[in-house]
């Protein structure tokens, strides 16, 4: 005998049955069956909202019914003959008179117990079973519909029963030694205690009934036809990359549908455990593929985690108190009070000092738990031996399942280190003996993120997903997202790392889209974005919570600066081609760099110094290996070395900094360039990261501009510099009949850093710079006599979004 259940879904509707039909046709060439089934699609919650709403006094539950009833005949006139339709359609009209009059009872009473309850709710499985058995007889298949109230006997506890299985095993094969039909039609969920009372077995229930019929039967095989094809590693709708599970043992199963997999009814697995019965979750609209086994022993596949899943509305309870400690019982009284109101503990958790309980139970439950313990505990909450009972809300519970877990040392840690890298703050941890199972309690707006984050370390090892969020699209924004674009494939076939600009947004318009923005019409979509508002597009990249986020600012804001802190305490790292916030008071400069590393993420600025150079990334990796930087000698400027590389005299010093400009090689104020203000700024970052205490008011400026440039809109900085050739051409003159170049030259010495222009002569390290070259020497103890030389282009919007492109990689990578 094989067993066979076609939930909801399967049954929603006439169209859905008929692939029931097809299906069951083929599994009898095989063996008899019995088939249970569900109510049709939404019957059950239109039958007990109509309840409650009769309850409340809402004569609106008529309407709710009204749709009960056309759902009915509308199958029965989709699904039989006209000739064959009349008794189906009696049965319903019949049916749903006397769910109307009970609805009416209760109308009147304002009363909606649980017995009601279930007498309504059982309507659905017992009209959708019979339309169902008549359709299999229209088609000339004999099927005999049997009611399962006759077959399984439970106690009274109404809306949740308990079986009795001796007799209900008795009752069923008592039944079938009797019956010569190949196909039998059972309705699912109800069951009749001894009173001949009905009662049902628990939203879900169809899948207990069919494998409690499977287990009295010791049926061949229990099916259990669904919408999915199989229990899977994660569910769908959190993560886009969740994969069916092949093959998971009863454990295994339990496990997981226990914590929110809802492919399965958590109990249905018990009955036919012991027996050996597997069971094998299949897809009705999709009958060919494989599906998931569920047996004793199940094949490895090569993960460690067989699963993850999750539990959301749950609460934290805390029974804490000094007068706790040592003193045996306190436990038992607070599991006492939670079970004498039928609460259920779903996560134990107890600190070793006994100063505190933490259990994990549903939200619906909180306020009556803590009535019942705090009614429990009385006295000694008078005497400040015990605090009243705290509750934390809005929270879920977040599990990986799997056998293969037991003796594998790291599994906790890795899971962890996971979502710790992310932000996700663990509230409580439990794990059982048998370590199927470690559980951690969660913020419920961080679980899609950790399952996804989870689901990368533990399934897709070979992948992760980037989010990336970009601010500012000028050159090097544009630069940046064409190389992103055309090294996608690469990064995805080469490093596993699959790179989703989630996020752009510029001076006029924004634009987020979790699907990842097609970096071929990136203009076009964010020229029909929403109006930019830097705080509003940070707030929304918080509150979507995506995983591996990183906040990439290509601009000179400093508006855009000030949302570092914001970002990095939400765990999401900052990458910055902005130099306002590394250049900023000291005070907020490490505040910065210490907020990154308490949330573990990080903030990088590699292209503050040197554009794509690594002259930071070298930097510390000198120091990080224990080397002491005394001196740095360094030309920082890729603008001043292009405009004192390509001034001879003969052209006006104005129209080679127009040059300059034009090339994309200065700030959009060049003014920071010339005054040696931005030159500050990098010897400045420099100085900090080799581990000194410097503000920008301690560096000294040799500068060489006049008073007369630096006055006035950009336009006048040009006008006045054409007036002040004469001063520009003598500059000049001056350092060529010394035979000698003009270098704008930064340098840092045991704590005192300077930048200014210099004569430098034909055997200086600094002479052979050509066009917007950078150069850096690092002096350090290892390099005392010759030493650590950077050079490279230290401008232009190319090298400079390959440096921010770098930076994303050592986020990821890191």
Not at 428 to 450: H, L, R
Request: glycine share 6%; net charge neutral.
């Amino acid at each position: 005998m094989q067993v066979l259940k076609f939930g909801g879904t399967s049954v929603a509707n006439a169209e859905n049955i008929l692939k029931v039909l097809v299906i069951v046709k083929e599994v009898l060439k095989k063996d008899k069956a019995v088939v249970v089934v569900s109510a049709l699609g939404g019957v059950t919650d239109l039958l007990l909202n109509a309840a409650a709403l009769a309850s409340a006094g809402d004569e609106t539950y008529k309407d709710k019914l009204h749709l009960v009833e056309q759902k009915h005949l509308e199958a029965v006139k989709q699904l039989l003959p006209i000739a064959q339709q009349s008794h189906l359609l009696s049965l319903v009209k019949k049916s749903c008179n006397e769910i109307e009059d009970i609805c009416n009872g209760i109308f009147l009473l304002r009363e909606l117990t649980p017995r009601t309850k279930d007498r309504i709710g059982s309507y659905g499985e017992l009209i959708s079973s019979q339309i169902i058995a008549a359709k299999f007889n229209a088609d000339g298949v004999f099927a005999t519909w049997k009611d399962s109230r006759e077959l399984i006997l439970t106690n009274s506890a109404f809306t949740a029963a308990e079986v009795d299985y001796p007799e209900t095993n008795q009752r069923v094969n008592d039944y079938f030694e009797t019956q010569t039909s190949s196909l039998f039609i059972l309705p699912g969920f109800v069951a009749m205690d001894k009173n001949g009372v009905t009662t049902t077995l628990g939203r879900g229930g169809s899948d207990f009934t069919a494998a409690i019929v499977a287990s009295a039967l010791k049926a061949n095989v229990l099916e259990i036809w669904t919408d999915v094809s199989g229990m899977m590693t994660a569910d769908p709708r959190l993560t886009n990359n969740a994969r069916i599970i092949p093959h998971i043992s009863y454990q295994e199963a339990m496990e997981l549908s226990h914590f929110g997999a809802k492919v399965i009814y958590p109990p249905t697995i018990q009955p036919v455990m012991s027996l050996g019965i597997p069971v094998w979750i299949k897809n009705t609209f999709a009958p060919h593929d494989e599906g998931t086994l569920i047996e004793s022993v199940s094949t490895k596949n090569g993960n460690i985690v067989r699963g993850i899943s999750s539990i959301n509305n749950i609460v934290l309870i805390s029974l804490e108190g000094s007068g706790m400690i040592g003193i045996p019982g306190f436990s038992k009284r607070l599991f006492e009070a939670l079970s004498n109101e039928k609460i259920n503990v779903i996560l134990i958790t107890q600190s070793s000092s006994e100063h505190s309980i933490c259990v994990g139970i549903e939200s619906a439950s909180a306020q009556k738990a803590k009535h019942a313990v705090d009614a429990a505990f009385v006295n000694e909450i008078a005497l400040q031996k015990v605090e009243p009972l705290k509750i934390e809300t809005d929270l879920s519970i977040v599990a990986l399942v799997g056998e293969n877990m037991k003796s594998h040392p790291g599994i906790s840690g890795r899971m962890f280190s996971t979502m710790g890298r992310n932000g996700v703050n663990i509230r409580a941890i439990a794990q059982g003996s048998s370590e199927k199972n470690i559980s951690a309690v969660i913020a419920t707006k961080d679980v899609k993120k950790a399952i996804n984050v989870l689901h990368e370390e533990f399934f897709e090892a070979t992948k992760k997903q980037v989010n990336l969020f970009i601010v500012g699209t000028g050159n090097v924004g544009k630069k940046l997202l064409s190389q992103l674009q055309k090294q996608l494939d690469f990064l995805q076939r080469q490093m596993k790392l699959v790179v989703n600009v989630t996020g752009i947004c510029n001076s006029r318009k924004m634009l987020i889209d979790e699907s990842g923005i097609d970096l071929s019409q990136w203009e076009q979509r964010l020229n029909e974005g929403n109006a930019a508002d830097i705080h509003q597009f940070v707030n929304e990249i918080i509150e979507r919570n995506l995983r591996n986020s990183i906040f990439v600012d290509i601009t000179a804001s400093e508006l855009v600066a000030g949302v570092y802190e914001h970002l990095l305490r939400k765990s999401i790292s900052v990458v910055a081609c902005n130099k306002v916030a590394a250049s900023s008071a000291y005070s907020n400069y490490h505040k910065l760099k210490d907020v990154a590393r308490e949330f573990n993420c990080h903030f990088l600025f590699e292209t503050n110094v040197g554009a794509g150079l690594p002259v930071i990334a070298t930097l510390n990796d000198l120091l990080n290996s224990g080397d002491r930087v005394h001196r740095i000698e360094a030309v920082l400027s890729g603008t001043l070395n292009f405009v004192f590389n390509n001034y001879d005299g003969k052209r006006r010093f104005a129209d080679v900094v127009k040059q300059a400009q034009d090339e994309g090689y200065t700030e959009p104020d060049p003014r920071l360039d010339l005054s040696g203000t931005d030159v500050m700024r990098k010897i400045m970052i420099l100085a900090r990261e080799a581990g000194e205490k410097v503000e920008m008011d301690e560096i000294s400026n040799n500068s060489f501009m006049p008073e007369s440039c630096m006055k006035g809109s950009v336009e006048d900085f040009y006008a006045a510099m054409a007036k002040e050739e004469k001063h520009f051409s003598q500059i000049f003159e001056k350092a060529k009949a010394a035979g000698c170049k003009l270098k704008f030259v930064a340098s840092y010495n045991q704590g005192k850093a300077a930048v200014g222009l210099q004569h430098i002569d034909p055997d200086h390290d600094l002479y052979h710079l050509y066009g917007k070259d950078n150069v850096v020497l690092f002096y350090t103890d290892r390099y005392k006599e010759q030493p650590m030389v950077v050079k490279g282009a230290g401008a232009g919007a190319e090298v400079t979004a390959s440096g921010v492109f770098a930076d994303i990689l050592r986020a990821v990578k890191n």
